[in-house]
């Protein structure tokens, strides 16, 4: 047994729907210290999901284990949150409801009920989120759904935070604004994070290691990349560090060099090069020229190949 | 609305003002809201009774027209409430005993139609054994369901009421269970992280997810139940609905018989309207997500 906080080992799953037998993920093994905050990176239908979800407990791994804080992972529950892409808030509770479903649940024995109220508006003020408690989430807009998603899962005081494509949904800027909320609280309250998104400069700018993964059928990690670069990070002056553009550059050059040749063997995914390619500029892009200017080359590459 | 809500915020010195300010803005609205919702439906109505008074006020039609109905049963309008004993009781009574057959029989339905929607929705085999079987049943007309109930419960009353029961039943369940079984897998989801168990689940999740479609198999189920009741007092006799419109066609009272008639569609929009109206708060953002 390791000593890592969370340890994923030999993790293996296999789809089988009938007679129908699909290898999604071979051999991943993937160790998380307490505090870090770590990206996985791969095309569309690689398995990414697979992972968080098996690491949530939603799924179930064909082999291999998952170990959480000295405990085997094998059922979903709060003390690993996931937020989802598409927010999954309950549409008929009020954000503050929702926020409150899950703090009367998680804490309903160890907290009084004014210490689970104020903790409710706790969270919700960390992602500012105050000023709409009693709207319902047909009446916030898509960036404020996802707040309230991450208030959610944070108000359940998670080991390890699970958020796949949390930003996936939502317009540059309204990204880029969330992405420097989820780094500030990061900061603040140290959490374990494994976040699943398409986004180069997301990736980089806010992870410790990013780990990209192969392409599917039977993928698993290619390269875990260590993001060296001082807290608490400013995306603008990131965008002229030398440094940031390196790691962009190697993650664009496994995602489009090296995993662009295993498409060729398997052109199942073509469609994925497209999706990921759209997602490039992501955050950054509003703020930062040069990022962008050094994205094209790559984007061009890319379109011009399939 | 919001002129009203506006208005009434204002200062309490100003009441005069206030007032007439309210005037000058709400008449209006009401106007056009009258004109628009109320008009057309007055319009049809009366030139519907104008045809009908027409093709009925020649020697040798058989129903009488409008202005006979209201003459010969004015006695019955005026007075919904009195009480000779027996089944000679006014409209308004005859109207509250069906009604409440069909509550009692309605809410069994509910509950019971309810809880087999979530069971055959929750549960594969549950759904492979039952759904046949509803599917069959539910084609059965009400009353034929009305002698074997007579014979089992060795009375009308009950036998009325099963009737309603039964026929109500069917879309509840299956409208459930169609809810239960499009519960958004990101629901089930959050239950699971929060670790609720079957009771908060069935609380939290289920019922409010699945309550769009449960009130619509609702709404289907006390229209059909209305239907149901006036057929069925009909075949049983005593007070009710259904039986006072058998009598007056045994003592052909053509004009009674159109009286009820009236009374019984009204009664059955408004209890379309009212279980609507309950769906409309109940789900009150639960559409649209
Ligand atoms: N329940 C399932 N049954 C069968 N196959 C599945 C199931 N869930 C996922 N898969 C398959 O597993 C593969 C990986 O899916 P997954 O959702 O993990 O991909 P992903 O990397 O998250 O993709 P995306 O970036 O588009 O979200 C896909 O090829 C998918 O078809
Ligand atoms: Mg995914």
Redesign the pocket.
């Given at each position: 047994m390791s000593s890592h906080y969370l340890s994923i080992e030999n993790v293996e799953k296999t789809?089988e729907?009938g007679s129908v037998r699909?290898h999604?993920l071979s051999n991943i093994n993937l160790h998380i210290d307490q505090g870090e905050y770590i990206s996985i990176i791969?095309h569309?239908?690689?398995?990414?999901?697979?992972v968080l979800n098996i690491v949530a407990g939603l799924i179930e791994q064909s082999s291999g284990v998952v170990i959480l804080d000295r405990k085997e992972v094998n059922a979903p529950g709060p003390d690993r949150a996931l937020v989802f892409q598409n927010h999954s808030l309950l549409p008929w509770l009020t954000v503050y409801e929702n926020v409150a479903l899950a703090v009367n649940k998680v804490a309903g024995r160890s907290k009084t009920s004014v210490e689970r109220h104020e903790w409710v508006l706790y969270n919700l003020e960390l992602v500012n989120m105050l000023h709409a408690l009693h709207k319902r989430p047909s009446e916030i807009s898509g960036g404020m759904k996802q707040r309230v998603g991450i208030a959610r899962a944070l108000a359940m005081q998670p080991k390890v935070l699970l958020l796949d494509?949390p930003f996936g949904a939502l317009d540059a800027l309204t990204r880029a604004h969330l992405q420097d909320e989820v780094m500030r609280i990061h900061s603040n309250l140290k959490n374990t994070v494994m976040m699943?998104t398409?986004d180069v400069d997301e990736a980089v700018l806010l992870s410790d290691r990013i780990v990209m993964m192969t392409n599917?059928p039977s993928a698993s990690i290619g390269e875990i990349l260590s993001i060296d670069l001082p807290r608490p990070r400013d995306r603008i002056a990131l965008a002229d560090s030398p440094r940031y553009n390196h790691y962009r550059q190697e993650v664009l050059r496994f995602l489009y060099e090296k995993q662009r040749k295993l498409e060729h063997i398997s052109p199942k995914h073509p469609p994925s090069q497209a999706r990921s390619a759209q997602s490039l500029p992501g955050g950054g892009s509003g703020s930062s020229p040069s990022d962008a200017a050094a994205g094209v080359p790559v984007l061009q590459k890319v379109s011009g190949a399939s | 609305m919001k002129t009203l809500s506006t208005t009434a915020t204002e200062n309490v010195s100003a009441l005069n003002h206030v007032s007439m300010n309210r005037g000058r803005s709400i008449w209006p609205r009401i106007r056009t809201y009258l004109l628009q919702n109320f008009l057309p439906p007055l319009v049809i109505l009366c030139l519907l009774l104008g045809v009908w008074e027409l093709l009925c006020s020649g020697t040798g039609a058989t129903l009488p027209p409008p202005s006979q109905v209201i003459s010969e049963t004015w006695e019955l309008i005026l007075d919904p409430f009195y009480d000779n004993g027996g089944n000679d009781v006014g409209m308004g009574w005859q109207i509250l005993a069906s009604l409440e057959r069909v509550a009692v029989g309605y809410s069994f339905a509910v509950i019971v139609g309810v809880a087999l929607g979530v069971l055959v929705g929750q549960s594969t085999w549950a759904m492979r054994g039952l759904d046949p079987v509803f599917q069959v049943l539910r084609t059965v007309p009400p009353l034929a369901w009305l002698p074997i109930s007579l014979a089992g419960f060795q009375d009308s009353n009950p036998s009325a009421i099963f009737v309603i029961f039964i026929t109500a039943i069917w879309p509840i369940i299956i409208n459930t269970s169609v809810g239960i079984r499009n519960i958004p897998e990101d629901y089930r989801n959050v239950a699971r992280v929060l670790r609720l168990n079957g009771l908060e689940y069935f609380y939290k999740i289920m019922l409010p997810a699945a309550a769009p479609y449960i009130f619509s198999g609702l709404r289907i189920g006390v229209g059909l139940s209305w239907l149901a009741i006036v057929a069925a007092e009909m075949l049983i006799g005593g007070v009710g609905i259904g039986f006072f419109i058998w009598d007056a066609w045994n003592a052909s009272l053509i004009s009674d018989i159109i009286l009820a008639l009236v009374y019984v569609g009204l009664v059955g929009f408004f209890l379309d309207r009212l279980v609507a109206m309950l769906g409309n708060i109940v789900t009150r953002g639960t559409s649209a997500s």
């Open positions: 789809f729907k699909s999604v791969g569309s239908g690689c398995g990414k999901s697979t494509e699943i398409h599917g | -």
